[in-house]
């Protein structure tokens, strides 16, 4: 491993010799034409090779309909022009909650969610042309350890205990598991909300799997006893009972994807695809397995991401020049995270033979992102080029590259983690950089009552 350094590349070929240096794994190309490919996605096909990742706001309404905020976000994303939009973390159940303004699609808000939709389509059209239509899909999750329906404190729903993260979300190991009986109530609730999104006129759904929310922990619950716990059959259980419950409540013509981790960078028995004895050192059987048993189930999208936002390696998911509060240094180069990343999608992607895979770990590069992400498509290493925290900061980018060839560095993210310092402030996340007279204030006021949390907190024990 390298020292971790900020980006400071001017020139492409600059970029490329500190690669070179690194001895990783990063490909470049000049000839951009396979971001401009149209890519299969079960019965759908999106016009390019461009797709906007889930990117939670915090910021939907009370009921979990899209709010103002929302509805810009998504008109923004769909003005930029990506083949693929992949709508943030949607709650299956209320308790499910990561935030109580986190998006929920009901039978009661269906309605909203279709004029939110629509409005996305209509915005593509103004900026892309009237033939242009994106593939949009719906993420549906539930929180588990990381709910938090209502207030300012969580209300955790655990898979097992975990003696590195319990301790961070005030958990004591007296607190109980969540039963078998509950977890077995799920399916249906992901089929419900699977018919709500169909309704409203989502091409698909994804059953989110990944950043240790309910169904990632359950992928590494080898602690936990009975039918959802232990061996690999047990732990995927309810990931696949969910898929099924969609597909035969949505239909052979609707997408089911699925986002999930390939990595956790967290000690055994608690992570998954870890090493029994070096959790740093990535063991591909299960993540493999898990592969063969989504395209056996007939998943029709796969999105491979890895790590845990709210734990300390989030570099292991999204490298960063500067990150949250509280988070160190990683040590390691950002080009040596993107690396590991991309080889995890490389390998997914040729396990999952046609069933598109969409990468990650772009943004970090900047302006450079053409020539890697046309690199890697070319190459078959995905399918898709997708864009974060990039998306947030600099929506158009797709069009801007389709269109002229590159991407500006004036706009891109700067990977300064103020997007993620406002969810962990418990505020409404967005770029507080490139987007500042909308999100800068909204970052401030979050810093100020998280502060004020903070201080109360530390009075509170000395007393």
């Avoid at 990063?26 to 461009?50: M, T, Y």
């Avoid at 994804?206 to 080898?222: G, V």
């Avoid at 063991?283 to 734990?311: R, T």
Wanted: net charge neutral; with cysteine.
């Amino acid at each position: 491993m390298s020292k971790h350094e900020k980006f400071a590349f001017k020139e492409l070929s600059e970029i490329k010799k500190r690669v070179k240096e690194l001895g990783v794994e990063i490909h470049f190309q000049d000839d951009l034409s396979p971001l401009s490919e149209p890519v299969r996605i079960g019965n759908r096909k999106a016009l390019n090779a461009f797709a906007v990742l889930p990117m939670e706001g915090c910021d939907s309404n009370q009921d979990g309909s899209p709010s103002e905020l929302v509805r810009r976000r998504y008109r923004r994303f769909a003005a930029g022009g990506a083949g693929l939009i992949w709508w943030e973390a949607c709650a299956v159940v209320p308790e499910g909650r990561a935030n109580p303004l986190q998006m929920m699609i009901t039978e009661e808000n269906t309605e909203k969610f279709a004029a939110a939709l629509k409005e996305s389509r209509d915005a593509a059209k103004e900026t892309m042309g009237e033939d242009f239509e994106a593939v949009h899909i719906l993420q549906l999750t539930h929180s588990g350890r990381y709910s938090r329906p209502s207030g300012t404190k969580g209300s955790p729903i655990i898979a097992q205990h975990d003696p590195l993260l319990d301790p961070r979300g005030g958990i004591s190991e007296s607190d109980p598991v969540v039963t078998d009986e509950y977890l077995s109530s799920l399916p249906e609730f992901y089929a419900k909300a699977a018919v709500c999104a169909k309704r409203a006129g989502f091409d698909g759904v994804d059953i989110k799997a990944c950043h240790r929310y309910l169904m990632s922990e359950l992928l590494a619950a080898f602690t936990r006893p009975g039918k959802y716990g232990g061996s690999f059959e047990n732990r995927t259980r309810l990931l696949k009972d969910s898929i099924r419950a969609v597909r035969k409540a949505a239909g052979d013509d609707f997408i089911i994807a699925c986002r999930f981790n390939v990595f956790d960078a967290h000690p055994y028995p608690y992570g998954f695809g870890c090493d029994t004895e070096e959790f740093w050192k990535f063991d591909p059987s299960e993540p493999l397995a898990l592969v063969k048993m989504l395209c056996e189930e007939g998943i029709d999208l796969l999105s491979n991401s890895a790590g845990n936002p709210y734990y300390i390696y989030p570099q292991v998911t999204r490298p960063f020049d500067l990150s949250s509060m509280g988070i160190p240094v990683p040590d390691e180069h950002p080009l040596e995270s993107i690396s590991r990343a991309f080889s995890f999608t490389r390998m997914i992607q040729e396990a999952a033979g046609d069933v598109p895979v969409v990468g990650n770990a772009y943004t970090w590069l900047r302006q450079f992102i053409p020539y890697v992400g046309a690199a890697n498509l070319a190459d078959k290493s995905c399918r898709f080029v997708g864009l974060g925290r990039s998306s947030i900061a600099y929506p158009d980018a797709p069009k801007d590259v389709l269109s002229g060839g590159r991407m500006e560095p004036k706009k891109c993210c700067i990977t300064c983690s103020k997007c993620t310092q406002i969810m962990r402030d418990q505020g409404r996340t967005g770029c507080a950089v490139r987007d500042a007279k909308t999100y800068l204030p909204l970052y401030q006021e979050a810093r100020k009552a998280a502060e004020a949390r903070e201080n109360k907190a530390d009075k509170e024990r000395r007393s």
